[in-house]
């Protein structure tokens, strides 16, 4: 009975002042951790997760702070406590925020309260948050990665089968090829062969609902005129990268991707590796495929791909030029300009002292 007096005291001492709320969401259930301007613990409670947006309304004080891990269903949780008059919600990124705050007591109390303890203190590493129009171009995006790879896997599984049973078929997805599949009669391939023309129609609509919003979205635009890129990527380069703003400079948008070397370093030590690897796994492909038909068509790229083969060998030269379209990419949107008008064959793109003397001009 005292202990529930001395939390009704907490929260009555809470009014009209900052609270910090810490939950770590589930789909059914969520943990709350209210935290003090000080770091203590107003109080602790599990709640269900579609009374969330409620709870933290009608929670007593001027200013609420809350701190969401990210989960693949956050979006609509965020939509909704964003709409709460003075609520500020920072989504955390769950692997930095893992980094920063691992703790050998792993369970939902704890980790709702290090979410509410990072964002009092100033050091959580928040995602970023796109805008409506965008993630629907993430989903269309995603979709047509999806029935790609799906069209990728019905072929190999074909041309399996018919390895499996000593059967030659040249080019065998061809008008030609088909049809001399389709006369096997054999179920397996009739039935993957349905499927396939099934999955084309469906990405022929993919891409004709990418070419329209390529039509509409002016940073679409733009990253179209990039040598080696079409409508298909530029759309996904400009949905993932989002508000380039958020970026310092072009070298962080390249991180973002993934396509920056990972860096080791002790003492007087320092080396560099393997690209990081984080991102989209899925642009990242794509881009580098795009730069192997940029230094085809490209003579400024083809240039700078030759001299860094010489050094460093195909592999590093197509993904420093894959690194290089990303770079291009931002630096168009940033300045609002297209390949031709960026002219990045007159700038020395090593050195990024000239592009910030232009960038505040």
Partial sequence: MGELKR?????????????????????????????????????????PTGDLSEFISKFPADEKHVAIESVGFIRPIYQELAKIQSCHVSVANPTKVKLIGESKTKNDRSDSFIL??????????????????????????????????????????????????????????????????KKLHFREIDIRLRDLELTESIIRELDADIALEVATDRNAQLLDTIPGIAAYTALFLSSELGDVNRFPDSKHAAAYIGLVPSLHQSGDTEYTGHITLTGNRWLRRNLIECARTAIRVDPHLRKSYLKLKHKRGERKAIIAIARRLVLYAYWMLKRNLTYEELKPWEREWGNPRPLNRESSS
């Fill in 7 to 47: 939390k009704k005291d907490n929260v009555r001492s809470m009014t009209s002042k900052e609270v910090y709320f810490g939950v770590d969401v589930h789909e059914r259930e969520s943990q709350v951790a209210v935290l003090g301007r000080d770091g203590t613990t107003v109080m602790e409670r599990r709640l």
């Fill in 116 to 181: 509410g303890d990072l964002l009092r203190t100033n050091y959580l590493p928040v995602s970023y948050i796109a805008d409506d129009k965008t993630m629907e171009r993430r989903y269309l995006i995603r979709d047509r990665v999806s029935y790609g790879l799906r069209r990728a896997q019905l072929k190999t599984s074909i041309r399996w089968m018919l390895k499996r049973r000593g059967i030659k078929v040249k080019g065998p997805f061809s008008d030609k090829g088909r049809e001399e599949l």
